[in-house]
DNA sequence: GCCGTTTTCGGCCCGACTGTTTTCAGTCG
């Protein structure tokens, strides 16, 4: 039987929520935090959970899952859902943890308004609020009430949206489920899934084959997931299942398959352009109908078309066409170019592995280096690094340099950017280390003008390498903060400041256009996992993906280089 | 909840910001 139990970002949710309800509960705010911790490490872990629990493997082996937890993750895999959880979730309106995610409302004031005031959804909130009724309510006034009103507005507007990591293995195990149980022929996955987007809407798909045939498998498929299946016309069934995006499944005729694939995989943008051409290249009215390409592959059709074959990653309408046409479209980089990784976290901060153990995950990984760059001390909740705590960790790393064999771990620090653009520590200190990585972790309010004057000066100090996140986004959460980005970019050409991409799903900073604007001004970027974790550093790939979508190359990326390369980079910037 | 352990229970994430409750609770990073 194959795995169609669920995958381990499945778990990782389900923790959360439980995490969600019981910071609802008023419970220890430790326990909460420990099933977050469980989730998060969960979503790192390459191996499906489902499989190593049939297997009898023990999961108490990784950090932050315990005797309960484990238990729990059991509960998930056996039934599919959590007793616990369905208590909470009875207890609580359906609403109510909608409501907690809106920036400003808390556990606390969004059960009082569902208690004493029956909002339930955030559209009751969004109701209350433009009504002036919100204002009046203890703990709110005028500014909350219009902070939650444009919250509302951005995000009511639009339709429930995804980030690629938590629907990739959600479309793996669909992919996996039609070829090994139900042996459909190729299902073929397009649209913005192919491209790589951050942001993921809708998850299209072609099949080869007839409604007949395929309705069956799906009803059976969604019935399992507790979701539903939709007939839209004779070639065309959508598949929506609560929490997931929906699947669009297109039945294609398989002489038509190549042509399909080009126009389902996009973007518009990229559609019309290449329409365009064809009309002039080929001499014909209507590429995606024309006899002239049936039967070939999307590799033929390019050929035909004579353009070089173009990544689907790159296909938004930013020049590609153009480029392929003179056949020098930019050699995407690959994740095996990648030899080391320039932000991670370790205990000494937040995060959760010792500086050993990420070398020896590293050296699994097929890194040549690492660099360790914990917070700096302004961050004190999470035990930020003042000069002392740095130069224990500089003797720690010089020490374990000396015994270990096959990869050599580099001293850094990410510092924090203050509101004035000075830093958090002095150069005295930062001289001594090999990396430093400046970013911003608070004030994200400030004026275009000021927050760019900020990052501008911490990048013309001699000592700071890296700009981390550079536009501090949270995808869905948090909006990047306001920065002139033309002026960052000629900053960083002539300092010889580098930009990160932050591989953090939520982060993907920076993204895709701006990396190609910087890549376009001859700026360096350095794609880093910022890992928190030993499991953390896989995330690498998400950055991996952006890149290509900035058109990035392996000469564009710092980290594609050798230890001494990149070091000497540094010390010129020091000069 | 987990972890580490001097194996049985205490420590774990604490301080700044916000808006308004005027002395602080709730939220956030």
Not at 31 to 39: L, P
Not at 72 to 86: A, R, V, Y
Not at 227 to 233: E, H, K
Not at 365 to 375: A, L
Request: overall charge positive; some cysteine; glycine content about 6%.
């Amino acid at each position: 039987m194959t795995d169609i139990g669920p995958s381990n970002e499945d778990i990782a949710q389900i923790l959360e929520e439980l995490a969600l309800y019981v910071e609802l509960e008023g419970e220890n705010p430790f326990k909460s935090r420990a099933f977050k911790n469980a989730a998060q490490t969960i979503r790192g872990i390459d191996v499906s959970l489902s499989q190593m629990i049939r297997q009898d493997k023990d999961l108490k082996q990784f950090t932050g899952i315990g005797k309960n937890i484990e238990n729990k993750i059991k509960e998930i895999i056996q039934t599919g859902s959590l007793n616990k959880l369905q208590k909470l979730r009875r207890k609580y309106p359906e609403g109510i943890l909608d409501i907690i995610k809106i920036p400003g409302i808390g556990p606390k004031q969004a059960i009082e308004l569902c208690r004493k005031y029956g909002l339930k959804t955030q559209e009751d909130i969004y109701k209350f609020a433009k009504t002036g009724q919100l204002r009046l309510l203890r703990g709110f006034g005028e500014k909350k009430e219009q902070k939650v009103i444009s919250f509302l507005d951005k995000l009511l507007s639009q339709k429930k949206s995804f980030k690629l990591p938590e629907v990739e293995p959600f479309v793996k195990q669909f992919i996996n489920y039609l070829k090994e149980v139900k042996r459909i022929g190729d299902p073929f996955v397009v649209g913005s899934f192919r491209r790589k987007k951050d942001i993921i809407r809708n998850i299209d798909m072609l099949f080869k084959g007839s409604l007949e045939e395929v309705v069956p498998i799906l009803k059976d498929y969604a019935l399992q997931k507790n979701g539903g299946v939709i007939i839209r016309s004779q070639d065309k069934v959508e598949i929506e299942i609560k929490k997931k995006p929906n699947i669009t499944i297109r039945l294609i005729e398989p002489s038509q398959f190549g042509i399909k694939t080009i126009f389902f995989t996009g973007s518009k943008k990229f559609n019309k352009e290449l329409w365009e051409f064809s009309k002039e290249k080929l001499n014909i009215g209507n590429l995606w109908d024309d006899s002239i390409v049936l039967n070939l592959t999307e590799q033929e059709i390019f050929q035909k078309l004579d353009i070089e074959f173009i990544s689907p990653e790159l296909r938004e309408g930013r020049g590609e066409i153009e480029r392929g046409v003179k056949k020098c479209l930019p050699k995407l980089v690959e994740e095996s170019d990648i030899l080391g990784d320039l932000h991670i976290h370790t205990n000494y901060t937040d995060g959760r592995n010792t500086i050993q153990e990420y070398a020896q995950s590293a050296i699994l990984k097929g890194y040549e280096y690492i660099c360790i760059t914990d917070h700096s001390k302004r961050l004190r909740m999470v035990n930020g690094l003042d000069e002392k705590a740095i130069r224990r960790q500089i003797e720690e790393i010089e020490s374990i340099n000396q015994d270990i064999q096959g990869i050599e771990i580099l001293k850094g620090i990410e510092v924090d950017i203050l509101e004035d653009g000075s830093l958090d520590l002095p150069n005295s200190i930062l001289k001594d280390l090999d990396i430093v990585i400046a970013s911003v972790h608070s004030k994200f309010q400030l004026p275009k003008r000021s927050q760019t004057k900020r990052i501008i000066r911490a990048m013309k100090n001699p000592y700071v390498n890296i700009i981390g996140h550079p536009t501090g986004r949270l995808i869905g959460r948090r909006e990047p903060y306001a920065i002139d980005m033309d002026e960052v970019i000629n900053c960083a050409l002539e300092t010889g400041c580098i930009l990160e991409l932050n591989s953090q799903p939520d982060r993907l900073d920076l993204n895709d256009y701006y990396l190609k604007l910087a890549k376009d001004a001859g700026v360096k970027i350095c794609i880093n996992s910022d890992a928190h974790d030993i499991h953390g550093l896989g995330l690498i790939k998400y950055g991996i993906y952006q890149a290509r979508r900035g058109w990035l190359e392996k000469e564009d990326i710092i980290n594609t280089l050798s230890k001494e390369e990149i070091l000497k980079i540094i010390s010129n910037k020091r000069v």
